[in-house]
Structures are given as C-alpha cells and as structure tokens.
C-alpha cells in the first residue's frame, strides 16, 4: 500500500499582506435591483468586494473610467472614497449606502427599512434583473496599506478567469439562517478576497507588483520567505544569498530586477510596516517591538523609524 504525504506552507508577502485584511463582522449584503437603477456608495470602508450575481452593474468612481461588471464577474473596489454603481453611468443614483449598510434618500431620508427584505438582502423588487452581492472591510495598519497600495482603484476579475466557488457559497449561506453564520460569512468573504485576488495578480495586463511576481523565481521567492518568517533574524545581503545557493552580487542583482528595490531596502520598509502596527495595536513597550523586528534597542529602531515614518515610535503609538 502506498501513501502520499503532500506538505504546503511558509510564510510569503501575500499572506502576510492579506493577515491584516481578515474580515470581521463584515458587512454583507444582496441588492436586488430593477432598473434604472444606481446607488452612491459612501460607507467609507476602505476595500470593497462585490460580484454580480445575475445582470450587470456599472461602477463609477468620481475620477476615472467607469467599468462594467458582468454577471460572475468579481470586483475589489478601493475605498474610503465614494462611487456610484448602477444599471448605465449615466443613471442618476437615488439612494445613498452609508458606514452600517445604511440606506438614506439623496437628500438624507432613511429608508434602511423600507428597502431591506431580509436581514441581509435589500432592493426594491424580488425580481429585479440584477443582483449584486458585496461585502466591506475595514482595513488598518501600514502592513494591509502595502497590499492596497499594490491595487489600481477598481480590480475587476472576468468571470472566465474566477476558478473558485467562493461566491455561489456566499450567495447560499445569505440566504439561509444558522448558529454562526456571521463568522462563515466572514471566512467565507476572507476566501473570496484571496481567491479573486490571486486570479487578477496571476492576469498578465494586472501589472502586480515586483514582490508577488518575484515569489515564483527559484532564488528569490526562498529569500523573501525567510525575511517574512523571520524578519527580526540579522540578515545581510550575504547571509540571504548564502542561504537560498547564489553568490551576494548576483543575489542582490537579482532581487532589485524582480523585486523592484535593493534586499535591505525591502527587508528595512516590512520590518518599519511591522513595527507600525505593533505600536498601535499592542501595549508592548518600544524594546520589545525594537526585538521583534530586528533592532538591537529602542534607539536603532527610533532612529530608523523617525526616517521612514517622519515621526518617532512614541509620537505614532500615539497617533501625533
């Protein structure tokens, strides 16, 4: 009898970058809509993610092209600025979606109740010609900025190129009732971010960013694993390229073509990121962050820090 053992794992930038964009008690919900029909969407979330489950929807942002969405294709829309989304770019919006999933007139009526049929489905008609599942994040943190800053405004993934069945799980666990279900809609939501994530950084015209493309390279996709799974390691270009079988000038080479920037730099701008959100969301003093990524004492991580951030540790952690 023979058995095959199949082991995945390690740590790489995405996974990460998406850590910090992990959905909870996100805000989902179902429009169903009857033509002409738009919606200004000014919720102040800071990443969206909607598909259109039957129809087409239109999404417009203030500045910029609008882009269509067609029935199974999947969005990721950049926020906290407002858009409009609707049946035709040209349909004025009469309705305003605000931070709560909540339902104002143009002129500032709420309606939340008249037009919510259910506890996560709203719209005018139950026959609408168009459905529109999204769902909202708030993201925080200098971490998660680096995964937005990667992103154009609106991503827009083809149907034909979403190889996961996220969306239809969605779509039934909406419409049911069940103990949890505000976590698997969280996980689940969690799941359709990366999924449509991964099929547009995997398009050719997405143009993604040296450090995802630089993952698949034999050298140096190894090397940016062990800066993510151990940034507080004293590395150094010679180290790295000992590590991962090159030589240091061809590593470093290497790493700036593919990565966009020299290894340190990068190693430098992940460990500064890290030590952000460390001194925001924890109470851990400034010698314990200095340790965890990587500085020997509270003053080489502040003199660092002071030039990447402007400011130091003490003026972030307290939002100066």
Aim: glycine letters at 8%.
């Amino acid at each position: 009898m023979a058995f095959l053992f199949v082991y995945s794992g390690g740590v790489d930038p995405l996974a990460d970058l998406l850590d910090g964009v992990r959905a909870r008690s996100a805000a989902f919900c179902q429009a169903v809509l009857e033509p002409p029909w738009s919606l200004r969407i000014a919720d102040e979330s800071t990443l969206a993610l909607a598909t259109a489950m039957r129809g087409h929807a239109w999404i417009v942002p203030d500045v910029g092209e609008p882009v269509l969405m067609r029935t199974g294709d999947v969005t990721i829309i950049k926020g906290p600025e407002p858009y409009t989304i609707g049946d035709d770019p040209a349909t004025p919006p009469e309705i305003i979606v605000r931070p709560g999933n909540r339902l104002t007139t143009m002129d500032g009526l709420d309606v939340t109740d008249q037009l919510r049929l259910g506890p996560r489905t709203s719209g005018y008609s139950s026959s609408g010609s168009a459905i529109v599942a999204s769902g909202t994040y708030n993201v925080v943190g200098e971490v998660s900025e680096r995964l937005l800053n990667a992103l154009p405004e609106i991503v827009l993934v083809p149907r034909s190129s979403v190889r996961s069945p996220i969306m239809e799980l969605l779509a039934q666990e909406v419409d049911g009732e069940g103990p949890g279900q505000q976590v698997v809609l969280d996980r689940l939501l969690d799941l359709a971010l990366i999924a449509t994530l991964r099929a547009w950084f995997s398009r050719p015209d997405a143009h993604a960013p040296g450090w995802y493309r630089a993952q698949s390279d034999p050298l140096i996709g190894p090397a940016l694993g062990l800066i993510h799974g151990d940034p507080a390691h004293p590395w150094t270009v010679a180290l790295l390229a000992s590590r991962v079988g090159a030589s240091r000038a061809a590593f470093a080479r290497r790493f700036a073509t593919l990565v966009g920037e020299p290894p340190m730099t990068y190693l430098t701008g992940w460990r500064m990121a890290l030590a952000a959100d460390l001194l925001r969301s924890s109470d851990a003093t400034i010698d314990v962050v200095a340790q965890r990524v990587g500085y020997a004492n509270p003053f080489s991580l502040s003199v660092a820090f002071k030039r990447a951030h402007g400011v130091s540790p003490s003026r972030h952690r307290s939002g100066v």
